[in-house]
């Protein structure tokens, strides 16, 4: 399916609301959109909202052989899948451009900026390492796809827990988690994208654009950069020309909003792991408003039932008796009844015209219409035939045999 293209009055509007300065939204140029983090019950499966746009990251782990360039360092995989779950103009089944060119962003800002300690994951060397894959998918498009996979896959990592090892000799073991706690990544920083959008060659740039404003926009300018303020990527996509001083200005938004995520999930690590060392409640279901699981869901209230019998002889004998009682219903007809004050029912009584018209039906019929059915009686042979509008009767009678003879 074909994404559906903007029209000219659209586009026109969008960009005369950018160059006044506003934002569908209500944004300002350099706000990003709300952000929300949310940790699943496995460890390194999280959601990441920002906006409406949604990405989900599973980080899973396996024992496998290295590289043989690398044989002390472990592997690390990214891959973001698009389908048309989260927008109908992507295609299933197949990698687009844009699916190409989100995957190897992510890895010059994850993989290529060495946010993990790789040689913490050799479990012998030259022979088995550990295999670190991070599998991202959106869920929903709302514009700054980058942004939002780039949290989703430093957070997914930052909450990932591998299963604990041993080595003896030839032998390696894998613990469970019930055996040993799992061991944390070793992750030096945290690495995070900001996007930036330009319009009308350069004039103007907003920060976090949405959907719309990327259909409008003639550049991007994504700056990976971690809490440090060092920059780990930057890529400029959409053929303007930049100035030194646009760039600079950009970096410095940038490391203001990475230090702002940044705190961001730590926060969001530091309440799910008090969740869990505490045994209260945590994961997915955990998050969601409960006026989205049932709008009649009552809150749980509690109930006294100390001292019941009193308080219902108290309540009866506050209460004012009723002001009249009738003991019997009053009977009009058979199968209908009247209780208390209130006009007569008449259901079971035939009205006057119902009357009439019984009488009418139970009247005697036309003596032509006896006359025929006696004749009916009398003579087996005739055949009769009646006009309806007229009411004359006309009899058939079969010829004698002497008349027949002659």
Not at 193 to 202: H, I, L, R, Y
Request: charged share 30%.
């Amino acid at each position: 399916m074909k994404e559906t293209p903007l029209s000219n009055c659209e586009r026109a509007f969008l960009l005369q609301a950018i160059a006044e300065r506003k934002r569908l939204d209500g944004r300002q140029t350099y706000d990003y959109r709300n952000i929300k983090i949310t940790f699943g019950t496995d460890y390194g499966c999280c959601i990441v909202e920002l906006g409406k746009t949604r990405v989900l990251c599973q980080v899973s782990s396996e024992i496998v052989t290295p590289k043989m360039n690398r044989p002390t360092e472990g592997i690390l995989f990214f891959d973001l899948a698009i389908s048309p779950m989260a927008f109908p103009g992507f295609e299933m089944g197949r990698n687009s451009e844009l699916s190409v060119k989100l995957n190897r962003l992510l890895e010059r800002c994850l993989r290529n900026s060495k946010c993990i300690d790789t040689e913490s994951l050799c479990v012998a060397a030259g022979e088995k390492v550990w295999q670190i894959r991070v599998d991202l998918h959106l869920l929903n498009h709302e514009g700054n796809i980058i942004d939002a996979a780039s949290i989703a896959a430093i957070a997914g990592l930052c909450h990932f827990r591998r299963p604990d090892v041993s080595v003896q000799g030839e032998e390696v073991t894998v613990y469970t988690p019930e055996e040993r706690d799992p061991v944390p990544l070793s992750i030096h920083h945290m690495p995070i994208c900001v996007s930036f959008a330009f319009f009308q060659q350069g004039i103007y740039l907003l920060v976090d654009p949405s959907e719309r404003e990327e259909w409008v926009m003639d550049g991007l300018l994504v700056i990976s950069m971690n809490k440090h303020r060092e920059i780990c990527t930057i890529q400029s996509s959409g053929g303007i020309m930049l100035l030194k001083e646009q760039v600079l200005r950009c970096s410095k938004v940038a490391g203001v909003k990475v230090g702002e995520i940044t705190e961001l999930i730590q926060k969001a690590l530091e309440n799910d792991k008090k969740a869990r060392k505490e045994g209260g409640k945590f994961g997915f279901a955990e998050s969601l408003p409960e006026k989205r699981i049932t709008a009649l869901k009552m809150e749980k209230s509690a109930v006294d039932t100390t001292d019941v019998e009193n308080k219902v002889e108290k309540i009866i004998l506050d209460a004012e008796p009723p002001s009249r009682v009738i003991s019997k219903p009053v009977v009009w007809t058979e199968g209908t009844a009247q209780i208390g004050e209130g006009q007569e029912n008449t259901w079971g009584q035939l009205e006057e015209s119902e009357e009439d018209d019984e009488d009418e039906d139970s009247a005697p019929e036309s003596p032509n219409v006896e006359m025929q059915t006696t004749k009916k009686k009398s003579l087996k042979d005739d055949v009769t035939m009646s006009d309806s509008e007229e009411d004359d009767v006309v009899i058939l009678q079969p010829e004698r045999p002497s008349q027949i003879s002659h």
